[in-house]
């Protein structure tokens, strides 16, 4: 599932910072997924120490409109492509999370 992801553009997150949850931002990105554009999706380190990728942020007072991602697979992804630019970008608080996977050279447009 997941050579069906392609991130498209990442900025690190100068001085990342824990929420009140716990969670730490480390990086915003985009990507194409399944025939989707996302625009600011976010490679975030849990307060566990893991990594997980959240979809882009709808804030609506009622909920009505929201995105979610039900395929464990495609979050999956999501969050190992996106760790591989943000580590070739220079990003170090990923770096002992997880194995690498290949890069696919993409075309940034």
């Known amino acids: 599932m ?11 997150v100068a001085k990342p910072k824990a929420n009140r949850g716990g969670s730490t931002i480390l990086a915003y990105f985009d990507c194409q997924a399944r025939g989707l554009k996302l625009r600011g999706c976010a490679l975030v380190r849990t307060k566990g120490g893991g990594l997980v990728a959240w979809p882009p942020n709808l804030e609506t007072e009622d909920n009505r409109r929201s995105i979610r991602i039900s395929d464990d697979a495609l979050r999956h992804g999501m969050m190992m492509y996106a760790r ?13 999370i997880g194995k ?3 890069m696919r050279p993409v075309a940034v447009s």
Not at 2 to 12: A, H, M
Not at 84 to 95: F, H, I, K, N, W
């Open 2 to 12: 997941t050579e069906q992801v392609n991130i498209t553009g990442l900025t690190r």
């Open 84 to 96: 591989e630019a943000y580590r070739a970008l220079g990003g170090t608080d990923a770096e002992t």
């Open 100 to 102: 690498s996977v290949p």
